[in-house]
């Protein structure tokens, strides 16, 4: 079974979700910069109003929780794109995880809601997506230069959002004359 295989069956598992038709791999745009990165790659990340920190519950509402600081995402997430929605879920011990079973669920936004730019440069991808509901932005890396890349994923949810534009604008649905 191949990765992608694998984190599917997993990311299907960790969000009961058997809709998902495409998940990617990325990192937070923010973990570049960090060198000790990877010494979180295990913990799920988020802090209270007092700023110790706690586990984020499956499911919790990321959106409000990234908006108002009071979480992170760690350095490996993996986006699981359904017909209407979008999971997040944490992969503990990064990209090549030997169990990526291990994956848990963060949050989930819809597909709808999101607002999606795409930056290329010259390694990588930026993929940014703010949740126009809480204003939560994820700005996620992804690598250009490797055999695995996460295009499915960013195609659909560039689909989803040029298709919300469309249904905000009715003039775009009809023929050009």
């Not at 586990?55 to 359904?82: F, K, N, Y």
């Not at 030997?98 to 999606?116: C, I, K, S, W």
């Not at 795409?118 to 509901?133: E, H, K, N, Q, Y």
Request: charged share 20%; glycine share 6%.
């Amino acid at each position: 079974m191949s990765r992608e295989e694998r984190l599917k069956t997993a990311a299907r598992a960790a969000t009961g979700d058997d809709s998902i038709m495409d998940v990617a791999e990325f990192m937070p745009e923010t973990a570049l910069d960090d060198p000790i990165w990877n010494g979180r790659a295990d913990s799920h990340v988020a802090h209270d109003d007092t700023g110790a920190p706690e586990t984020v519950a499956a499911g919790a509402h990321l959106g409000e929780d990234l908006a108002a600081h009071h979480a992170e995402l760690p350095p490996h997430v993996c986006l699981a794109v359904t017909p209407t929605q979008v999971h997040v879920l944490g992969l503990p011990h990064g990209f090549f995880a030997a169990h990526p079973e291990r994956a848990y669920l963060m949050g989930t936004f819809a597909r709808h809601g999101l607002e999606v730019e795409v930056t290329g440069r010259l390694t990588d991808i930026v993929l940014r997506l703010t949740d126009v509901g809480t204003g939560a932005v994820m700005s996620l890396v992804a690598d250009r230069l490797s055999a695995y890349h996460p295009k499915t994923v960013i195609e659909l949810l560039r689909m989803s959002a040029a298709h919300h534009d469309s249904l905000d604008d009715p003039a775009a649905d009809q023929p050009q004359t």
